[in-house]
């Protein structure tokens, strides 16, 4: 037996564990998904009573007769219409706000206080008074979204900014680049992993964002659904709702995903929290 | 100073110039605060002023009151009671839902992380849960747990929940695994690796993660108020915009945002205690 042949060996017997492993894996995942969804369904009923519990039919029957009466698209495109069209806004302003204050540091440490306070305020505390500025439709939810995106790009922005190295400056600035030529070759590339950060996290932020403004008041949009069902004691399909936006949620988040692809060569970076 | 400035002839003489350089950079420092300090300060009174006087002239001041008026209603509110009132029973559940959900979350993260396998199973559901955007069960409580304090307590319980065990889960599992093995080796228990090396190592996510969590209780807590409640901050911010009352709106978010700064400002020094070499990381 040769070096050759022992290698190829094992090689190939590490692949059959990885493959065993990824097969357990998947069985057991699979596994406990089942058990859980059975359980409920057998417990709902003898067990405890199904206005409390509902029950997985229950629910992918309620899912379904949205599907076919067309209300699941109807109020979903507002909720989505809402987030994305606040999640651009919201992230436009944040980057735009934060690209001069981070590049004065004067101007950002008067100001930084004030940013603070408002960043601490919770988002969803500001939803009755946009609600009461601008109505009932789509606009204060935009805007509520918009809100809950703004502060966490804003600070990540100005944190990119302020954590490219003093020294990096000063050294290019001696050896003759333009403020320009800094800022194109050394402010810029060295915020943007954390503005791209900020930016895949804030995606589901803004989801709640909409859905918060739809719980205060609408008369559209899942939000709405999830809490007009939870008005007529129709456990199914409040969790009918709740489980159309994890999955806008969910496939949200995959569309983001190339951002995060775009970032693998950067360190995991610290990103000032997102939203629950 | 510059180099053409005969060389420093002795010690003495260096420290003079030394001291003369730190003095002036210690000016300098001081002019530059004392003039960032009234910047804030001047921009904070020109904002008050201009809410005051100047915002009723471009829009109705119904829409958005003024400062006096709003610090007046805070006064009043506090004078009848009923502020100390709803202030108190957000704060209850809030902190409930906070150390609820904080050691539920320890204790499943260290559950969950000891072993490889078992999180390697678990990950996906957790990756579900944590994509459900929570407040959504709002309405789903409150249907289950009524109008009283229990549902805000399982709502503010669960945004902490997630936050706090992903975060231990995550500093955990960030352990270096030759860190262990050697200690292993050496021959260190299953409790000494865990109390000597896992949670000092983990520690500071995990503080961190419970650090920036309080903020989510309160809004797990005033969010199920705006659904439906009968006390509480979120109720009173929730009522007085129904009734197009915006200053008692405004006296609500200002006092929301008071607890929540004084409460980030008392974790903060806790965290700086508890873990003085430690800038915490963490994951929302």
């Known amino acids: 037996m040769n070096g050759a042949t022992v290698l190829e060996n094992t090689r190939r017997e590490h692949r059959a564990a990885q493959h065993a492993h990824r097969r357990f894996l998947l069985l057991t995942r699979f596994g406990i998904l089942a058990a859980v969804l059975a359980a409920w369904e057998l417990a709902s009923g003898p067990l405890i009573r199904p206005f409390f519990l509902s029950s997985p039919t229950e629910i992918a029957e309620t899912l379904a007769e949205w599907v076919t009466t067309g209300e699941l698209w109807y109020h979903g495109q507002f909720t989505v219409t809402a987030a994305v069209a606040g999640y651009l806004l919201g992230a436009a302003a944040g980057v735009l706000v934060a690209w001069p204050l981070g590049l004065l540091r004067l101007a950002y440490r008067i100001v930084e206080p004030y940013f603070l306070v408002a960043y601490s305020v919770p988002a969803v505390a500001m939803g009755p008074v946009f609600i009461l500025w601008f109505g009932l439709g789509m606009t204060p939810k935009i805007l509520i979204a918009a809100y809950f995106v703004f ?99 969910l496939l949200m988040n995959l569309m983001l995903r190339p951002l995060r692809h775009a970032l693998r060569w950067q360190q995991e970076i610290d990103v000032k929290e997102g939203s629950s | 100073m510059t180099l053409a400035e005969p060389a420093v002839r002795d010690a003495g003489q260096a420290r003079a110039v030394l001291d003369r350089v730190a003095a002036d950079e210690r000016r300098h420092r001081r002019r530059q605060r004392a003039f960032v300090w009234t910047g804030t300060a001047t921009l904070g009174v020109a904002l008050l002023l201009f809410w005051q006087f100047g915002l009723g ?29 709803h202030l108190s029973v957000t704060i209850a559940e809030a902190g409930a839902g906070f150390v609820i959900g904080a050691c539920a979350g320890l204790v499943s993260a260290f559950a969950l992380a000891g072993s490889r396998r078992g999180y390697e199973v678990f990950e996906p559901f957790l990756v579900g849960f944590y994509s459900i955007p929570k407040i959504a069960l709002a309405p789903l409580f409150i249907l289950w747990f ?9 709502m503010a319980a669960l945004l902490v929940y997630f936050i706090v065990f992903v975060n231990t889960a995550t500093g955990i599992r960030g352990v270096r695994p030759d860190l262990l093995r050697v200690c292993r080796v050496l021959g260190a228990s299953r409790r000494d690796l865990l109390v000597k090396v896992t949670l000092p190592a983990a520690a500071p996510a995990i503080v ?45 978010i200002v006092v929301i945002a008071a607890v929540v700064m004084t409460a980030n400002g008392l974790l903060r020094l806790v965290e700086s205690r508890l873990l003085p070499w430690h800038e915490g990381q963490v994951h929302g």
């Open chain 1, 151 to 249: 502060f966490i790009v804003f600070i990540n922005t100005v944190a990119g900014f302020h954590q490219v190295p003093r020294g990096l400056l000063d050294t290019t600035r001696v050896l003759g680049a333009s403020r320009r030529a800094q800022l194109r070759t050394i402010m810029l590339p060295s915020a943007l992993p954390f503005i791209l950060a900020a930016l895949r996290i804030t995606l589901p932020a803004a989801m709640i964002g909409a859905v918060t403004g739809e719980f205060i008041s609408a008369n559209r949009g899942l939000g709405y659904l999830t809490r007009a069902s939870a008005a007529s004691y129709s456990t199914a399909g409040v969790l009918a709702g709740v489980l159309s936006l994890s999955a806008i949620v």
């Open chain 2, 146 to 154: 009524g109008l009283g304090t229990t549902p805000k307590v399982i």
């Open chain 2, 57 to 85: 002239l471009l829009v109705n001041p119904r829409y958005v009151s003024d400062p006096v008026t709003v610090v007046g209603r805070i006064g009043e509110l506090l004078a009848g009671g009923e502020l100390a009132e």
């Open chain 2, 208 to 252: 961190a993660s419970v650090r920036i969590t309080f903020t989510r209780a309160i809004e797990g807590a005033v969010l199920s108020e705006f659904v439906a409640s009968t006390q509480g901050l979120g109720y009173l911010v929730a009522r007085a915009s129904r009734a197009f009352d915006i200053a008692t709106v405004f006296a609500g």
